[in-house]
């Protein structure tokens, strides 16, 4: 019974579209592959798949692999809806301006619009299961990206590596958080350790800074915002998901150089140390006492005793 089910969805896959008139442009065999992958990380735990920011990094990172053309989500998201295993969720009031579309050509119009897309039931179960995900992936690598097998295969290494330490320093909140050093240097700086607390901290905080609020995503998914450690990484090697904040560019900076800090109420406390000059709204000073962004989660918040540490450390009172 699976096996025929499975049959019918390798024929399906064997047969996506591909703009071949404009040079080799495999926007569909992508998004499913970016699809599988949060999937296979557990990001997607209920058969919905939104067009959400960590779709579109997984979609950027194997599209840059595979071509340098540029890369629009939009289209496959809403065209795979022609074939029948993948069905788009209008936003409420949407249901019409979904009916009618002939195309959506833009993340922005997409978000408006689509809430999520769906797979047929039976696919997804396939897609759950670590076998039979297995044999679509290496469907979808062998009819289309079969030039670029290794890089895909190392890469699709990569993000699980990404995937397990990112539930290793989720899981660790179960523990007290403690500012002592956690890690070995070489452990704690090894590259796939940093994206994976990057991804980690951005998820938490949905892209978006925890003291203004800004959130600035290009199509090709890159954020204003960065992961900061409270405790800097050089003298913690702490990568404690309740070390990390999200902030934009400016933020980050003026935390790290101690312009600014956070009090135990999580507000923002900001230097008389310095000189500013230029829009009111820019200026850190305004920030004073601004009550800064939270993750839903209360025990993912940054923790105290980093949160005194930085402000006995490295922040300029
Ligand atoms: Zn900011």
Redesign the pocket.
Known sequence: MTNSILHKYIHEFKNLQIDRAHGNAPHQPVLLFAAIELIEQGQISENKVLPSPELMEIFMKYWTKVTERQPNIALPFYHLSKRSFWHLHPNPGYEKALEVVTQIKTVTRLREIVAYASFDNDLFLLLTEPKTREIIRQTIINTYLAAFKEEIQNLIFEEQQIGEYSQKILQQVEREFSVLQQEESTQAENPIRKRAFRLTIMRIYEYT??????HILTLDGKS??EAAHIIPLKKSYNNDVRNGIS??????WAFDEGMISFSDTYKVIVSELMSERGPEEWKLTTLSDKGILLPERKELYPAQDALAWHREKVFRG
């Not at 800074?209 to 800004?214: E, G, N, T």
């Open positions: 800074c925890a003291v203004c609020r800004l204003v915002t902030l934009c560019r400016l933020h980050h």
